[in-house]
T-cell receptor, first 111, second 115 residues
Framework: AQSVTQPDIHITVSEGASLELRCNYSYGATPYLFWYVQSPGQGLQLLLKYFSGDTLVQGIKGFEAEFKRSQSSFNLRKPSVHWSDAAEYFCAVVRTYKYIFGTGTRLKVLA | SQTIHQWPATLVQPVGSPLSLECTVEGTSNPNLYWYRQAAGRGLQLLFYSVGIGQISSEVPQNLSASRPQDRQFILSSKKLLLSDSGFYLC??????????????FGPGTRLTVL
């Protein structure tokens, strides 16, 4: 069955430091992969998505993600974190109409 | 541009009371519509999705039901709420190009507390 794992429940980084959020998926075919961000009490905002082609995907707010088929991973990165990046981040894989979400990683940014 | 609305934003209801949450989409036609529930520490769980008026698919057996009376309106209901129905409810829409990668766009959510 398809699944998404985000192994880090909480991550804390200092402002200006680099960030990597991990996402591993289980899917039999070529996956469609997404990263969303959720601020407290808000809906989800799409950061970026991967369908095919270039395995390094650029998104909004300076985020990027790299699809690695050999590792079944789609990790999210940002070279320099801003305090406003504090939020919860969700990775998702699509199966037909259905998104399968990971349990999320909550990011805390220290000033 | 497309926008998605949910109301109410916050709701506190007693156990056993009915529920009706509404979601509407503007700026698009014939969208796919989705209801998710987000419980603390458990990510998002797909509850229902709809590919057209009157067409509802349920993902998990539960105390809730969904309806789509109009093309861009999606309603989540319950006849009698349970404590376990508490959570953050998100509505989403996507296009219908038929590709598995149709991006889903989320509404602002409704925080439901059942006491």
């Amino acid at each position: 069955a398809q699944s998404v794992t985000q192994p880090d429940i909480h991550i804390t980084v200092s402002e200006g430091a680099s960030l990597e959020l991990r996402c591993n998926y289980s899917y039999g075919a070529t996956p469609y992969l997404f990263w969303y961000v959720q601020s407290p009490g808000q809906g989800l905002q799409l950061l970026l998505k991967y369908f095919s082609g270039d395995t390094l995907v650029q998104g909004i707010k300076g985020f990027e993600a790299e699809f690695k088929r050999s590792q079944s991973s789609f990790n999210l990165r940002k070279p320099s974190v801003h305090w406003s990046d504090a939020a919860e981040y969700f990775c998702a894989v699509v199966r037909t109409y259905k998104y399968i979400f990971g349990t999320g990683t909550r990011l805390k940014v220290l000033a | 541009s497309q926008t998605i609305h949910q109301w109410p934003a916050t709701l506190v209801q007693p156990v056993g009371s009915p529920l009706s949450l509404e979601c509407t989409v503007e700026g698009t036609s014939n969208p796919n519509l989705y209801w998710y529930r987000q419980a603390a520490g458990r990510g998002l769980q797909l509850l229902f999705y709809s590919v057209g008026i009157g067409q509802i698919s349920s993902e998990v057996p539960q105390n809730l039901s969904a309806s789509r009376p109009q093309d861009r309106q999606f309603i989540l209901s319950s006849k009698k709420l349970l404590l376990s129905d508490s959570g953050f409810y998100l509505c989403a829409w996507s296009g219908t190009s038929g590709g598995a990668g149709d991006t889903q766009y989320f509404g602002p959510g409704t925080r439901l507390t059942v006491l």
